[in-house]
């Protein structure tokens, strides 16, 4: 089993950045494909970033290219996603979810065995 903690969310102005943190447990991390999934109000659930286990790969929607990085301290058992130019258009919650299947369909939320809570990313005009 693994479970994941999101953190790091908040309320910043267009034009700011934040860093959220998935703090993962139970399972060793480094055998885990990493995804930041994003639900928006009155929208489904949609791929923001993913990283494989050792970090060698990685994938971005291409609404955030150029503005989001995902990384992974697998000593810490924790992946980030820093947020550098937010748009009011990146307000939604943001869940962390781990992949045992590899990279496979990384943007399909399907894939992903755990999922944590949730935190609330909301930019302002």
């Known amino acids: 089993q693994v479970q994941l903690v999101e953190s790091g969310g908040g309320l910043v102005q267009a034009g700011g950045s934040l860093r959220l943190s998935c703090a993962a447990s139970?399972?060793?991390?480094?055998?885990?494909?990493m995804g930041w999934f994003r639900r928006a109000p009155g929208k489904e659930r949609e791929f923001v970033a993913a990283?494989?286990?050792?970090?060698?790969?990685?994938y971005y929607r291409d609404s955030v290219k150029g503005r989001f990085t995902i990384s992974r301290d697998n000593a810490k058992n924790t992946v980030y996603l820093q947020m550098n130019s937010l748009n009011p258009e990146d307000t939604a919650v943001y869940y962390c979810?781990?992949?045992?299947?590899?990279?496979?369909?990384?943007?399909?939320?399907?894939?992903?065995?755990?999922w944590g809570q949730g935190t609330q990313v909301t930019v302002s005009s």
């Open positions: 979810a781990a992949k045992s299947s590899g990279m496979t369909r990384y943007a399909r939320d399907y894939e992903y065995d755990y």
């Open positions: 990283i494989s286990g050792s970090g060698a790969r990685i």
């Open positions: 139970g399972s060793i991390f480094s055998s885990y494909t």
